[in-house]
């Protein structure tokens, strides 16, 4: 006889609100946590002896790009490895469903970073939901709509603002989605396909969102040296329309805007007094995207992360290409199209006052399509907590797991996930808080995390002793 199935022994608990830690015993049952405390006289199935290691809540990675692979039974490793146990897709306006294509034969950039034609199978969004929950994931799904999706369904071309009838067919695709489970809508507005949206057609979809309480997140459309009006921008649109809104991995991109994230956050710590406005950001000063022109121009260094037409491309830089085929950057960027690449274009300083800034939430933005891709996929959590945290000293260990989950699942209205306390979901991460850190780089940015020990989704292990156990206990969430 037990009374519960899994029990944590002797951990330094970080509940993920934020505070000092304590030392207690987590117990599991079924799918939730059932009691925290000291030296828990409970029979388990299951027994862990954690002394000397930490436990928080599962991180939730607020910001991805794995709405394909979150199919791939097998597709989490880049994620579990870290101690992710949630993931938010259809971030940048790229969402799998509704298919966008509309006819044409191949998604148009950037809603390929997902991946080829063949990924793009579900009509509606309802019939992607339908997959996941099939499956299901190995991993908790808390899924956006895209607005380039939504745009690249309802027009025949991208080149201009939408008309009135096109943005009635958005929101219905987007009444939709909601109604079958999307926690909000996502914007790209820095894309070409979304570029010419005006910031009355966002506030026309923000509004529906906020009318069925959701969320709006935004990849805003300028973060080079227009960020400032871009950050004007969302925060108009959140003030018109009352949405909660999370601008999306804000930097300052470009040797011209360094420095202007003294002036965005102050802006956005003013509009947190009377508005709903959180941002997330990923800890590295290298972006990742599609092949863009504009992109590289501001960047120091240029590495391709993948092409269609030439993939041994993949992990060489932009510059050595031009010189071996004797072209200029731009025209080489043009023939290696379609692809992605990796752009040096930050500063360690705007990084720093970002992530240092006490609403920041972390997010990786990996791109898990990518044949050679950005670290982050691998490591954007494990290095907060060992390069960020334990190394330099930026944030302690409390602050920055309360911004991988209680400080996320607020943002993002997940109210039983987030947190260690008795009832909430049983979602979590046992790392060495003195091993902890990320092990992929640029060079090799496929390794797994080092110190993470265990993972628990939904009361059941995913990884144990640094290796996946090939459950899948995830489930679609939010809504
Ligand atoms: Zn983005």
Redesign the pocket.
Known sequence: MTDVDLLIRGARVFDGGGGAPSVADVAVRGDAIADVGPDLALRAAETVDAEGLALAPGFIDV?T?DDAVVLDPDGMAPKLTQGVTTVVTG????SLAPDPRAGRPAPTP?LDLLGGAGAFRFPRFADYLAALRALPPAVNVAPLVGHTALRARAMDALDRPATDAEIAAMRADLAEALAAGAIGLST?L??PPARFATTDEVAALAADVAAKGGLWTT?MRDERTGVVSAVAETIDVARRTGVRTLI??HKCAGAAAFGLSATTLAMIAEARKTLAIDLDVYPYTA?S?VLLADFARDSARVTVSWSDPFPDAAGRDLSAIAAEWGVDAETALERLKPGGAIYHQMDEGDLRRILAFPPSLVGS?GLPRDRRPHPRLWGAFPRVLGRYVRDEGLLDLATAVAKMTGLTAAALRLRDRGRIAPGMKADLVLFDPERIADAATYEDPTRPALGVERVVVNGRTALARGALTGDRAGAVIGA
């Open positions: 910001h790009h971030n940048c306006g790229i950037p790209g820095a894309y990849h999306s991995h972006s995207t933005d």
